[in-house]
């Protein structure tokens, strides 16, 4: 059973981090890029990064240099690193792998 569990987000002030984490079972996790998209209220869904099966990465320009994604073999999960938070960073942040996406998980930053 193809399963995605987000977790890691919460309340930070401006200028703080989180780590948002995504469980992945049910996939072979070595053969597939998975992305993180993020959802605001009001607004697009929006890519934020990707990491493919090789961990190449790539990056919104809106985050790049403060968001890293990486991947961990091993323990089947990706990983995205959220440093110097900002109040439009707030929304609520989806893990994706083959199409599938997990339930989300909220980030909200105050100013």
């Known amino acids: 059973q193809v399963q995605l569990v987000e977790s890691g987000g919460g309340l930070v002030q401006a200028g703080g981090s989180l780590r948002l984490s995504c469980a992945i079972s049910g996939f072979t996790f070595s053969r597939y890029a998975v992305s993180w998209y993020r959802q605001a209220p009001g607004k697009e869904r929006e890519l934020v990064a990707v990491i493919s099966s090789s961990s190449a990465t790539n990056y919104a320009d809106s985050v790049k240099g403060r968001f890293v994604i990486s991947r961990d073999y091993a323990k089947n999960t990706v990983y995205l690193q959220m440093d110097n938070l900002k109040p439009e960073d707030t929304a609520v942040y989806y893990c994706?792998?083959?199409?599938?996406w997990g339930q989300g998980t909220q980030v909200t930053v105050s100013s």
């Open positions: 994706i792998v083959g199409g599938v």
